[in-house]
């Protein structure tokens, strides 16, 4: 029996089948059974190799190390994150973007804040914020096209990611990008019986101009349970306007929430790094100040 073997990009997986793009198809794989006993998931984003054979299913034999992963949504090698975020209805929740922003810096993903609904309301206060922070911002408006082409320059050769809550124009802005989004997803859910399993999935959605988007059902927002949280030792270093700072401050371990001396807090009081933010990293410091403790205390 003669076999080939392949290399490819997962794209999606459901109900026990892999959907892997590979020497310019895409086959309907099986996971080795090894994986199920070693407790290995392949994820949309997956480089894998696969087995194609002359009788039989394809399958998947090997995972190729990944550059970085979410647990929600699940998916690997991710280049880019864009948070959707809208001006108005439903207002921007600062905590919950800063919070994706860190897990964004801290896995080596490149945050980027798409603010939507700008026909509606100036985004001033939303924006000024984060281009202060060093974090890249595209105003968008769905209805006139408004920062459509600089996302869909910023999307090509990447693999990314989409995330906002419900109502925020996310969906709008994806099929403004590429008409094409909307019939393929259609498609595949008609193809593959999407609502008959589990929605936690991620399909990734391929660009004409090259590059891949992820199309994550059933997902508002990433959720912010523990095991999604950054770490205390990593936090401060997942806010990218501490950094000039963090070795400025008069104690070694300094916390940046409350010490004196602290260069951090006196950056927020001269106005360089947005009180905002320093909230943010304050709520998410409280939060996990004491994560070590809890997991030893709930293994």
Not at 34 to 58: Q, W
Not at 69 to 88: E, M
């Amino acid at each position: 029996m003669r076999m080939k073997r392949v290399t490819g990009l997962l794209r999606k997986g459901i109900g026990g089948f892999y959907y892997v793009e590979a020497a310019d198809a895409v086959y309907e794989c099986k996971a080795k059974g090894a994986f199920r006993k070693e407790n290995i998931s392949p994820l949309a984003g997956d480089r894998v190799e696969i087995v194609l054979e002359e009788t039989g299913h394809p399958s998947i034999q090997r995972i190729l190390p990944r550059k970085n992963s979410l647990i929600r949504p699940p998916v690997a090698n991710v280049d880019q994150l864009f948070l959707v975020a809208s001006v108005c209805d439903p207002a921007p929740n600062f905590l919950v973007l800063d919070k994706l922003i860190a897990v964004a810096e801290t896995k080596g993903m490149e945050p980027v804040l798409i603010v939507s609904k700008t026909d509606l309301q100036d985004s001033c206060f939303l924006t000024n914020i984060y281009k202060q922070a060093g974090i890249p911002c595209v105003e968008v408006s769905a209805e006139t096209g408004r920062g459509v082409d600089p996302v869909r320059e910023m999307l090509r050769g990447k693999l990314s990611v989409f995330i906002g809550n419900s109502g925020v124009g996310k969906s709008s802005l994806l099929n403004r990008i590429d008409p094409g989004f909307a019939r393929e997803t259609g498609e595949i859910s008609q193809k593959l019986g999407r609502g008959r399993h589990t929605t936690r999935q991620v399909e990734l959605l391929k660009l004409p101009e090259g590059g891949y988007v992820a199309d994550t059902p059933g997902f508002s927002t990433v959720d912010m349970e523990r095991y999604d949280m950054v770490q205390k030792d990593q936090l401060a270093l997942a806010f990218r306007e501490f950094s000039p700072y963090l070795d400025q401050c008069r104690f070694p371990s300094c916390s940046h929430t409350c010490e004196k001396g602290c260069a951090v807090l006196e950056a927020v009081r001269q106005g360089e790094i947005p009180p905002s933010r320093h909230a943010s990293y304050v709520a998410m410091f409280e939060e996990v100040k004491d994560w070590k403790e809890w997991k030893k205390r709930n293994r």
